[in-house]
């Protein structure tokens, strides 16, 4: 399961959400952090900022993250598909 967590005046996340559209990677859940409980899973997890992509494994445990919406498509995708190796590597 991927959460992709963005904010309602936040332009990256906007950007972020339409280039994965184009790519054809909407397979996410959006987490929006206005909401408090998802404010705290972003910090919780060591993060400051959003956009902020996260994978999670069948168990529920990270396996990886991506910050911010500069990485190349490829990274994207290697996200999506699961090709990362290691929580926190993409970033």
């Known amino acids: ?6 904010g309602d005046t936040c332009v990256a ?10 790519m054809g990677l909407e397979d996410y859940q959006e987490a929006n952090v206005s ?10 997890l ?6 902020l992509l996260v ?5 529920g445990e ?6 911010g919406n500069t990485a190349s498509d490829s990274d994207y995708q290697s996200f999506f598909f699961g090709r ?8």
Do not use: W
Request: proline share 2%; hydrophobic share 35%; charged share 25%.
């Open 1 to 6: 399961m991927i959460t992709l967590f963005t």
């Open 13 to 22: 996340c906007k950007a972020l959400k339409g280039r994965l559209t184009v």
């Open 35 to 44: 909401n408090i409980t998802h404010k705290n899973t972003v910090m919780d």
């Open 46 to 51: 060591g993060f400051r900022g959003i956009p």
């Open 55 to 59: 994978r999670y494994d069948h168990e």
């Open 62 to 67: 990270v396996e990886a993250t991506l910050l």
């Open 84 to 91: 990362s190796k290691d929580k926190g590597d993409v970033q």
